[in-house]
């Protein structure tokens, strides 16, 4: 897609009768940014606790066990996010759209996606080996370092949204 034709899908969004009806709520944007923040907070708690575990900390606890308790419920977390996410950026698709930090942490989001993918496709297959008893690969530290980083990266991002409006 051309950012002509990005920004007419913006402008569209903008016009859209959606938006309109989003915007003549008047606790529509406040629930939509409790909620993002709340499924935010869940997916952000439970990475750092997976991403800590894989850095050293706990390790009385296996990294399989870590996973398997907390992975299914990051899946639903993060479709919390990406669907009040959607629903914020349809408040305001034209103010989002040129906001940078806005636009950053779209970058991000994805960074830490392949991260992820990363760690489990590659770094994580031979995990049996060191789960519990042996040192902790450095490539996944670094992958869980990265990964933090990341994730803090979009919440700084989130936040400075609100001072970013025009300009």
Not at 38 to 56: A, K, P, Q
Not at 123 to 128: A, F, G, S
């Amino acid at each position: 897609m051309h950012l002509a034709q990005g920004s007419a899908v913006i402008e569209t969004l903008n016009a859209s009768a959606f938006t309109q009806w989003l915007n003549a709520q008047l606790w529509g944007f406040p629930a939509a940014e409790i909620f993002h923040i709340v499924m935010t907070g869940g997916f952000f708690g439970g990475i750092l606790l997976l991403d800590l575990r894989l850095l050293g900390f706990g390790r009385r606890i296996e990294v399989s066990q870590v996973m398997h308790h907390t992975l299914p419920k990051l899946w639903w977390l993060f479709l919390g996010v990406l669907l009040s996410g959607g629903l914020l950026f349809c408040f305001m698709p034209l103010e989002y759209a040129g906001n940078r930090p806005f636009l950053l942490k779209m970058l991000l989001i994805p960074l830490g996606g392949l991260n992820a993918l990363f760690m489990h496709v590659v770094l994580l297959r031979r995990q049996h080996l060191w789960d519990l008893h042996s040192r902790i690969p450095f490539s996944v530290k670094l992958s869980a370092l990265v990964s933090i980083a990341i994730w803090i990266g979009c919440l700084a991002c989130g936040r400075l949204i609100a001072y970013y409006y025009g300009v």
